[in-house]
């Protein structure tokens, strides 16, 4: 791994910010700081990359996507974030297109590769439910084969962003005599299909992410069923071993650090600001550099993966478990930083802007919903005991 300047880097983040600077409109720059945009500004978002030619910025190019090295998509989230662009739809970037690129059927790519990358369709991912989350291969959500279709009953929870999505990717039981992982199959299901129900989950964070969703005689053709009947838990295994070096959330990292050194140079203590107080200082540089070293081994985790090579699982799982760590002792020193104001400043950052604005508004909004929602970050993609569990088991062979 070569961590030297690149200088054709220097020309490449040249070319990332003059399309922003240029074809980007200003409705679909500077927004609200967050983990996920609105549907709406999704869509458009996506249909812009596409129409630029980049609208699978993490896929290989016989996939459609740029062929950009990971130092070049990493600079590209990096200025994306500095612009304040909408985010993508990570579920079809990061885990469904790989998935369909794959093992579907060139059928089943023509009908949902387009229109995720045209902009025309949002996806959302359908694996855990009551019981079954870390010890995934448990799951219960039954399908059953009718002529063509399958017939599916059940309860999905968690499910990010369903009131949302026009699509889910499914993992349903299809066979329960066996092995609980041989039985479990990989379905593609149109949202608007009668029998689907989603509820909210209101979260910590005051927002509406989370949802349960309701199967209820679902009738799926045959046609969306991605590999094999039986064979869902290979493509999981796929899906989730491709995760490695996003669950890091590297761009956001990178945003939190900016607030915190933005907050410390700015907020009055005393006589002069947060940072010539040489304990935040202090605080702030070991932050700073634990900052710098999760940036490294993304990369690091990123050509592995990209690779095959399967040191990527047990070095995807540390880099899991220390990014998500690092987010939440970030966030948490935002709202430290802002002391009183980190409590009154709760409002989330696509709510209307108060009435009557509170001193730092600016600099508080939305930080201590960040705070809040990052407590989470330990818990999806797989929680810190289970990566711990990963890390020993790999590494010490037991
Ligand atoms: C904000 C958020 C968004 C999510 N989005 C989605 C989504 O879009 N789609 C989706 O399908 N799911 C989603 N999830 C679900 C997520 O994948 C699960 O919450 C996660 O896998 C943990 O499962 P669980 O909640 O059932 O907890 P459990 O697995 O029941 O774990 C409970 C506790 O037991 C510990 N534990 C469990 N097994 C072990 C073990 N083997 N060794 C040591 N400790 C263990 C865990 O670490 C945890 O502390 C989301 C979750 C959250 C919080």
């Not at 794959?102 to 949902?112: D, G, I, L, M």
């Amino acid at each position: 791994m070569d961590f030297q300047a690149d200088p054709g880097l220097e020309v490449f983040r040249q070319e990332v910010r003059q399309f922003l600077r240029d074809k980007v409109p200003a409705e679909l720059k500077g927004l609200a700081r967050c983990t996920r945009s609105p549907r709406d500004q999704i869509l458009k978002w996506q249909k812009l990359l596409n129409a630029h030619g980049w609208g699978a910025p993490y896929w290989p190019t016989e996939h459609g996507g740029t062929g950009w090295s990971v130092a070049q998509m990493l600079v590209f989230d990096e200025e994306c974030t500095v612009a304040g662009t909408p985010t993508q739809d990570g579920f079809v970037q990061k885990m469904l297109g790989p998935v369909l690129n794959a093992f579907a059927t060139p059928e089943q790519k023509a009908e949902h590769l387009p229109a995720a990358l045209e902009g025309e369709r949002l996806w959302c991912q359908g694996f855990s439910e009551p019981g079954s989350g870390s010890d995934l291969a448990s799951l219960r959500t039954r399908a059953v084969r009718d002529g063509d279709h399958y017939v599916v009953n059940g309860q999905k929870i968690w499910t990010s962003y369903a009131h949302h999505a026009d699509w889910i990717f499914l993992l349903v039981r299809t066979d329960a005599s066996g092995k609980k992982q041989a039985g479990i199959s990989f379905l593609l299901v149109d949202m608007r299909t009668p029998g689907i129900t989603v509820r909210p989950i209101r979260s910590i964070d005051d927002a509406h992410h989370l949802n349960e969703t309701f199967f209820d005689n679902v009738r799926v053709p045959v046609k969306n069923l991605i590999g094999e009947e039986g064979a869902g838990w290979s493509v999981t295994k796929f899906l989730l071993n491709n995760e490695h070096a996003t669950t890091a959330d590297l761009p956001d990292i990178r945003r939190y650090m900016r607030e915190l050194m933005r907050i410390a140079t700015t907020l009055p203590v005393g006589a002069g600001r947060l940072i010539d107080c040489p304990e935040f200082a202090l605080k702030l540089a070991r932050l700073d550099a634990e900052h710098e070293a999760i940036g490294m081994l993304v990369q690091r985790v990123a050509e592995l993966d990209i690779r095959h090579d399967p040191a990527s699982h047990v070095l995807g799982s540390i880099l899991k478990l220390r990014a998500t760590e690092l987010q939440q002792r970030i966030t948490e020193a935002q709202v430290e930083a802002l002391g009183d104001y980190g409590a009154v400043a709760y409002a989330h950052p696509h709510d209307p802007a108060p009435a009557q604005p509170y001193p730092l508004q600016d600099l508080a909004r939305g930080i201590t919903n960040d705070m809040f929602l990052r407590r989470a970050s330990t818990i999806y993609g797989g929680t810190s005991e289970v990566q711990r569990g990963i890390i020993a088991k790999l590494l010490f062979r037991l």
